[in-house]
């Protein structure tokens, strides 16, 4: 739930932590954690597998938020 502040919103992001304790990745940097290029890193951004805010022109990742994609896309390997 966020908190309305003038004509801004305090969103709360991560488990209900504010924003400024959120730590934003650069596209540059959640390629490097998840070792692909950044091409697939805005790829997974626009298609809202990664969510992301936008600053100018480039996007801000949460890095809670790569963890879990992280996490949630972890194939097991089976063991027969």
């Known amino acids: 739930m966020g908190v309305a502040c003038g004509r ?9 932590r504010p924003l400024n304790e959120v730590k934003f990745l650069t596209v540059a940097e959640v390629a490097s ?8 890193v805005y790829r997974l951004v626009h298609s809202g597998h990664l969510p992301a805010i936008r600053v100018g022109r480039s996007f801000r990742v949460p890095e809670q ?3 879990e ?12």
């Open 65 to 67: 938020a790569v963890h």
């Open 33 to 40: 954690v998840m070792r692909v290029s950044k091409m697939t």
């Open 8 to 16: 801004y919103r305090w969103v709360m992001a991560a488990g209900d």
């Open 69 to 80: 994609y992280l996490r949630e896309s972890f194939v097991g390997v089976a063991t027969a």
